[in-house]
């Protein structure tokens, strides 16, 4: 798989850790930033990465903050997008196995190097196979409803 990784300044050194750590899985990476320890808005980093992964530029990604939380609220912004805050393996393998996440996100200053890798490696090795598609086929929809709605709104303020 090609696995779009992306994080902000206060997970700069880990994300070089996991970057490695996913080659050595045998997948391969697109760093969608950043590129040091200097301040930048998670933000900017999380939408990249979930266009990456709604383009189909990249399978999957792997999102990295100071908590993990920013960076899934950001993700989930964006249509399509559904990111999970994981970490432990079993929020991991849930977070594909449930929910089909295109992206999980991670806090730096939450886990470790060590762990961290355990929790990309059980998200990497699962794969979803449709046991929630019920739940996850009211999500899409839901957003589906929502963006209709937008569209419509759009359309008729657009005619005024």
Same mark, same amino acid.
């Given at each position: ?41 998670? %933000?900017?980093? &999380? ?31 964006? %249509? ?14 849930? &977070? ?16 470790? %190097? ?47």
């Amino acid at each position: 798989m090609k696995i779009g990784i992306g994080c902000d300044h206060n997970a700069f050194d880990l994300k070089e850790i996991v970057k490695s750590y996913v080659e050595e899985l045998g997948h391969e990476v697109e760093d969608y930033g950043c590129y040091s320890k200097d301040a930048i808005d998670y %933000p900017d980093v &999380a939408f990249k990465v979930s266009a990456g992964v709604s383009n189909g530029e990249v399978t999957r990604g792997i999102l990295l903050c100071g908590t993990g939380i920013g960076m899934c609220i950001a993700a989930n912004k964006y %249509p399509g997008i559904r990111a999970a805050l994981t970490h432990d393996v079993y929020s991991a393998e849930r &977070a594909q196995l449930s929910n089909d996440a295109q992206i999980i996100t991670i806090g730096s200053q939450i886990l470790g %190097p060590e762990a961290t890798k355990k929790v990309v490696g059980a998200y990497l090795n699962s794969n979803w196979a449709g046991g929630s598609q019920r739940k996850v086929d009211k999500i899409v929809e839901k957003e589906k409803e929502f963006f209709t709605e937008i569209s419509k709104e759009i359309s008729s303020n657009s005619c005024n």
